[in-house]
């Protein structure tokens, strides 16, 4: 039988299960006029903002920022994607369909894509939450490159020891 839910406004009192991480909040992340020294560079006119990394379980949440139109990249997944468009539009030219703003996107693991901003396109910005690699390839799907949850730690890392903001300020992101 089950028991009804208790909705007393009473916190929970009991002992915290063990090996649970903090819980973690990023305010402001909507604002995307925000300091710009959270913003790491990525590639000419791309950015990321970290949003969270989990080295246990292999993924990573972030804002990719794009500030230019043509090809981004071109890669293929190791796992599962959910990509939510904030602002403007993007495509893949393997697909039909457009990412447009206020709209999500699954991205299978295996599937290989080469990224489009196209040209109008004055800023994109999308949430990313995406799940082991991103594996980069040639048009013959040869591997040129990688980057996973730990590439993207160790790029945000230096970019905030950089920007004055200290090595350690990734920590807050890393569950």
Do not use: C
Not at 12 to 27: F, I, K
Request: net charge negative; proline share 9%.
């Amino acid at each position: 039988m089950a028991q009804r839910p208790d909705f007393e406004a009473v916190p929970y009192r009991g002992p915290p299960l063990s090996n649970v991480p903090d819980d973690l909040v990023v305010p402001g992340v909507l604002n995307f006029d925000d300091d710009e020294k959270l913003w790491v560079p990525q590639a000419p006119d791309v950015w990321f903002r970290p949003l969270l990394f989990s080295t246990s379980q292999g993924y990573f949440v972030n804002l990719l920022r794009v500030r230019k139109s043509g090809i981004l990249s071109r890669h293929r997944h190791a796992g599962p994607v959910h990509a939510t468009t904030l602002r403007g539009r993007w495509h893949y030219l393997e697909h039909p369909w457009w990412a447009t703003e206020g709209s999500y996107a699954f991205e299978p693991p295996g599937d290989i894509h080469t990224l489009e901003v196209p040209d109008g396109v004055k800023e994109m910005i999308t949430m990313f939450h995406v799940t082991g690699a991103y594996i980069y390839v040639d048009p013959d799907g040869n591997p040129v490159g990688v980057e996973d949850v730990f590439s993207k730690i160790d790029t945000a890392r230096k970019h905030y020891e950089s920007v004055g903001l200290g090595a350690d300020f990734v920590n807050q992101f890393i569950r």
